[in-house]
């Protein structure tokens, strides 16, 4: 199992970014993907969550309304549609499915700063 984020990025207070999670290694339409976040010096914490064939969605109230998570299983892809970012977003963001066990991305880092 391999996911790989990308789309690092800084962005003004208000803006919009989309990091992207590609997924290997396993049927990615039969599993649900997560989207955490860890900011320095506080504990990683689930952001957003889709699940595998209905594509439920959940999210953390502190970004509800804001973002979204959609998924593309013909690309094995999942996205993190952040918008009106906020300084308290910065984070590293990390992708996450769970096969048997927790898999993660190796992290991209969010900043939102003027």
């Known amino acids: 199992v391999q996911l790989v984020e990308s789309g690092v990025g800084l962005v003004q207070p208000g803006g919009p970014l989309r990091p992207s999670c590609v997924a290997s290694g396993f049927t990615f339409s039969s599993y649900a993907m997560s989207w955490y976040r860890q900011a320095p010096g506080k504990e990683r914490e689930l952001v957003a969550r889709?699940?595998?064939?209905?594509?439920?969605?959940n999210y953390a109230d502190a970004v509800k309304g804001r973002f979204t998570i959609p998924r593309d299983n013909a690309k094995n892809t999942v996205y993190l549609q952040m918008n009106s970012l906020k300084p308290e977003d910065t984070a590293l963001y990390y992708c996450n499915t769970i096969f048997g066990t927790h898999y993660w991305g190796q992290g991209t880092q969010v900043t939102v700063s003027s």
């Open positions: 889709i699940s595998s064939f209905c594509g439920v969605t």
